[in-house]
């Protein structure tokens, strides 16, 4: 019997044991991802992570976060300025674009960064890692120029991924990057939790009712800009298909505007303002027989800030191609072979230069606008009303242009702030603070712009990018002082650094099948176990059973017989007496 008992004691304590290890909760596999951002200037590299199984998202979308990030450094050479000269020049590669006629050095630019990814990821998830590389405006110029060029940056890229185990090359549309944007702003600011889905599941929200909630996003890059943000469906401003695009989001389909305008990013306008200013200066040169360098008055460079570039430098982006015409023409008989800009500081002039370059594509009476004037922007594409309640957020560019101007209006040294909101200013000292960056010399840049070697490059075109931006808002896409009220200049959040990356990795997750991590003990196995330990706990039950009923048979027959011989003691002692009775007669 004890036997029986300790047996199913045992069994009660496995049949425990084993529930609990099927039913425990495993923490989930963690699952990496790698991004490289491979802008027109630059190169970043971010990993993000997320749990395998999705357990924090809604839907097939999952939450990301950002693990770490690297950012490729520059490679520079000493080589030819050209396959058949011997003068030797020091060129400096930033971007993958760069590397458009020397591949042979890609491999030991994403080599740190590579490297350091390989080390830090867990080495089981490696085979679970993809790798994604967003080649954004650079490249697409590059296509426009030369396909089979950059289809052998990819390849050769491609090559070079092939050692890791990692897998996926190619160049975002400029919808996505806008879109991307869009998602990781939104994110950051935590517009996507689900919180937020069940207020606007509430009887009192409309389905074409705008999201006051989400935010706007307007990005400046080196090569182009992006617009994004949610809208109004309404009857009389149908949206062309274009210009939007369904995304699935934590359970949730977004349709949101956007639109990248391709060739007006910061340098991309810049290149084109040289251009122009110096086929406007070869118009009055002579005939010359031997190469020359051409000197010419630039209004927004400042005074004293003189400059010296190869032609082929500024003519060489696809974005140039009627000034690339027009130069070469002008060119065969004066052989110009470097142009010097002498910074001449005259902010008025700068305004108007630019506004002339704004205006070439906005007036140009041989493009007709297929859309209301309302919605047709300064580059005869389609711009949906701005919403009257959304706040709008500029990134790159817009932050670091103004993050520039800001150091006069804050009278700081050299502090650096990560936001800075429009409606904090008036539009009278904007203006008034770029008029007194174009007219500043150079000199005093040092002393009064925190100007230093690290800065120094973009310091130069302050004058430039103040105006560009300013005009691009106002001008270009119409905005009011009412809208720029509403609008913020944001390099990172507390919740994370914005820009497309993010936003890219959280919707490549709807994609990325979910991966639950395998049980200790499967069902099976749970169950065949399970039916083993409760057949040997109902034997031993069946045993205490038949055990006790045979005990208590017993414990009864015994308490018979026992109170059968109580029964018989009485008798017996009662005949005793009699007998000595009769001994003592």
Known sequence: MC???TLFTLTIIIIIYLTYIYCKKLSPFINYAIIFDAGSSHTKMYVYNWPADKSDGLGSTSTVSEYFCCSLSSIVKTLPITSNSTKLTEIKFRAISDFENHLEYLEEYFHVCLEDAKKKIPSTRHGYSPIFLGATAGMRLIRLRNKTKSDEILDKIREIFYNYPFQFVRILTGLEEAIDGWITTNLLLEKFNHKHGRRKSQKNYKSDEIDSDMVGVLDLGGAS?????THNNLPNEQIPSKYTTN???????????????????KNEVHRRYRARLINEQMKYLLFQQQYIRLNIDDYC???NANETILWNTIFRSPCLINERKQF??????KNVSTVLFIGKGNSTMCEKLILNLINIKKLDKNINCSYKADFCTFDHTYQPTLPKTNDFIGLSGYYYVFNNLAYGLHNRTNQTFDKFNLKNYRISDIKKRIDNVCEKSFDLYQKQEDMSQYNEQHKRTMCFDGWYVWLLLTH?????????????FVKRLPTGEVGWTLGYMINQTNYIPREYRRKALQKNSFVLWLCLALTIALASIIFLILTCQKYIKYYRIKQQNKRRHQQQQPSNSHSIPVEENELIR
Do not use: M
């Open 3 to 5: 036997i029986a008992i």
């Open 476 to 488: 270009a896409l119409g905005w009011k002082e009412e809208n720029l009220k509403r609008l913020s």
């Open 225 to 229: 800009t992006q617009v994004t943000f």
């Open 301 to 303: 460079l400042p005074n």
């Open 328 to 333: 070469f023409i002008q060119n065969k008989t």
């Open 247 to 265: 995304i699935t989001l934590f359970d949730k389909i977004y349709s949101p505007y956007a639109h990248s305008y391709l060739c007006w990013g």
